[in-house]
């Protein structure tokens, strides 16, 4: 199979894009572009014909869709269908929200089994389609705050270890600022790879490690 | 006192009762003083089991109790409606989640507040002062949010606490647990505070493709035998529902096959050609708790090499047979053989008993061969004068209950 393109020009030529089954850890301070990384992930995945399912933990659903339209990215076409929403975050606001066709609306941050029990149900709907199915976790940092760190690990390690047996690719977003260097280690750890991103003068940078092919300096990203 | 009905729709006076098909008739409900632990498995999660549980106790004038620390009051009782579950005034709410995000909920007469759940002490003076207004049952939502929180030590003192508390005040006491791989000897000790536990899982290999539900230990029923694993599908809406993947339903052709399936079911649909089935019936049943998939076998010889595919896997069989028509009784013996079924639990569907010709049951038992054993059940047409050839015929509701009844007797 061959490996899983970003949309982003100077990432996929230099690492071949993202290995399928793996879990990433894409870190990165504020307006690092993780954000971007991420929609511009999902919308090559998705026009590849792989089904993605997005865990949101900071922002609604209804704020992702926005987010994408603004970006002029085609997501409405793929709502419902290759593109299911796991929302976490839109019940601290609204209690009494529901799911629709394409969003299903979780307990909140500190329910991880309510999680857990969604993203297998969710995988197994889409395995069972025999879909290749992209895990994106946006982002971890919500539910690390949230929880006690060891419980968020021990969750990690569960996920992650199932989605590999299911042949799911994972990627889950961590804002490096918010973190002690202890939390960071251990969920390098947890990972097969590691994306980082930065900022500086303007200017956007990865690198990438864990993979077939590392990149190991910061490389501009176009 | 609860009034439950079980299959044989008898009530039975069990207080607080679990409100779970297959639970309460294995269990006898939930004895006052007594703590159920249900651990799940993180894929599979035990939440609904808890809506249930709340929803058919406190619609049956139970007081209820629910400390929750996973999600607020409105989002929780937003889906227990959701699961068609709903709550009432018998429900009151110990909200140790709103203080965790900061979004504090008002006190009212149902949702007490605990303002640090962070606090041990805050905690456990909250439920065990709560526990003395007299109420029939806790439900600790969860527990492992608990452990997750503070510690195994600490739950451990919680649980002797509301244990001394429960005893006190005559109550019982479900804690909902999801076991995300802690220590066996942390597990083993929270098990043995309780008095029964339940654990629920997933049969999975890349993908989920069924659930159950299994009492590991009970120390109020003198017989320990007969406990097994119960196939469950959660319901959205619906609740739980214990689960029966496949049933046969073969018999003679015109014996009214299609006809028993859409009766019994929801949403059946038939593969048919100008009124006979000539590929399969589905329909998905539900009733008194519990959810089965139908598939009905073709009649016509012809079709004969398609039944040991459609009796593959079958767990149980409804043999449907023509009253007014004994000269296809044998083919109804040897569809029951070609589809590989013989000797499953087996109940035959005498239909079309209010034709005139119609044999009485004992001639059909005695004309089938049947041992005493084998239920018979008599089906009559809704409205003889609406029948028409080419469509299912609707069924009598009795007939139809009380042969799903005697087949899931069989079944659990």
Redesign the interface.
Same mark, same amino acid.
């Given at each position: 199979m061959e490996n899983l393109k970003t949309g982003l020009k100077s990432f996929d030529e230099l690492s071949g894009g993202l290995d399928y089954r793996k879990t990433y850890a894409l870190f990165g301070n504020k307006e690092s572009g993780k954000e971007q990384f991420i929609y511009k992930l999902v919308q090559s995945a998705l026009s590849n014909r792989n089904a993605v399912v997005y865990v949101l933990t900071s922002k609604s659903y209804s704020e992702l869709i926005n987010e994408f339209n603004a970006r002029t990215i085609p997501i409405n076409q793929y709502l419902g269908q290759d593109f299911k929403i796991l929302d976490d975050f839109s019940r601290t606001n609204s209690p009494s929200m529901t799911d629709n066709s394409y969003a299903k609306i979780l307990n909140g941050p500190v329910d991880l089994t309510g999680l857990s029990v969604a993203l297998s149900n969710t995988n197994s709907d889409f395995l069972k389609d025999a879909k290749t199915v992209i895990n994106i976790f946006d982002n971890l940092s919500n539910l690390l705050i949230y929880n006690n760190p060891l419980t968020v690990y021990r969750f990690l390690q569960f996920i992650c270890g199932k989605s590999k047996l299911a042949g799911v690719t994972t990627v889950f977003s961590v804002d490096t600022a918010m973190h002690s260097p202890d939390v960071i280690e251990t969920i390098k750890n947890l990972s097969d790879a590691i994306i980082s991103l930065k900022l500086e003068n303007g200017k956007r940078y990865f690198t990438l490690s864990g993979t077939s092919r590392e990149v190991l300096d910061f490389k501009e990203i176009d | 006192m609860v009034e439950y009905k079980g299959l044989d729709g008898l009530p039975e006076e069990i207080d607080p009762y679990f409100g779970i098909a297959k639970l309460d008739e294995q269990l006898k409900g939930i004895p006052s003083k007594k703590i159920v632990l249900i651990s799940?498995s993180?894929?599979?999660?035990?939440?609904v089991f808890g809506y249930q549980i709340i929803s058919k106790n406190v619609n049956s004038n139970v007081k209820t109790v629910v400390f929750l620390? %996973?999600? =607020?009051?409105? =989002?929780?009782l937003?889906?227990m409606k959701?699961y068609d579950l709903p709550s009432n005034n018998n429900l009151v709410i110990i909200d140790a989640?709103s203080g965790?995000?900061g979004?504090k909920s008002d006190e009212t007469d149902h949702v007490r507040v605990i303002d640090n759940p962070y606090d041990k002490e805050e905690v456990k003076s909250k439920i065990v002062s709560e526990l003395k207004k007299g109420y029939g049952l806790l439900v600790i939502d =969860?527990l =492992?949010?608990l452990i997750?929180?503070f510690d195994f030590d600490y739950v451990n003192s919680l649980v002797a606490a509301i244990k001394k508390s429960i005893e006190e005040n005559d109550s019982a006491a479900v804690f909902l647990f999801?076991d995300?791989?802690y220590e066996k000897e942390s597990l083993q000790k929270l098990s043995s505070n309780s008095n029964s536990t339940i654990e629920i899982k997933?049969i999975?290999? %890349?993908?989920?493709?069924g659930q159950y539900f299994a009492v590991l230990n009970c120390d109020w029923l003198e017989s320990k035998q007969g406990f097994s694993a119960v196939l469950f599908k959660a319901m959205k809406p619906g609740g739980i529902k214990v689960y029966f993947p496949k049933i046969l339903v073969t018999g003679p052709t015109d014996a009214g096959k299609s006809s028993f399936i859409h009766s019994a079911s929801k949403n059946a649909v038939s593969v048919d050609k100008l009124g006979g089935t000539i590929a399969l019936d589905h329909g998905n049943v539900d009733f008194e708790g519990y959810r089965a998939d139908l598939f009905g076998t073709p009649g016509q010889e012809r079709f004969d090499p398609l039944l040991k595919m459609l009796g593959g896997e079958a767990i149980g069989v409804f043999l449907v047979v023509d009253s007014t028509k004994p000269e296809q009784f044998p083919r109804a013996i040897e569809m029951l053989r070609k589809t590989e079924t013989y000797g499953l639990p087996v109940v035959v569907v005498a239909n079309k008993s209010d034709l005139e010709g119609a044999l009485g049951k004992e001639e059909i038992r005695e004309k089938l061969h049947l041992d005493s054993n084998i239920t018979l059940i008599q089906t009559f047409a809704q409205d003889l004068s609406k029948v028409d050839p080419n469509e299912p015929t609707k069924l009598k509701e009795a007939g139809i209950h009380e042969a799903l009844s005697a087949l899931f007797k069989q079944l659990t």
């Open positions: - | 799940a993180p894929s599979v999660g035990n939440e620390n %996973r999600t =607020s009051p409105q =989002s929780y937003t889906e959701e989640y965790i995000t979004i =969860s =492992s949010l997750d929180f999801t995300w791989g997933g999975e290999k %890349r993908v989920i493709f």
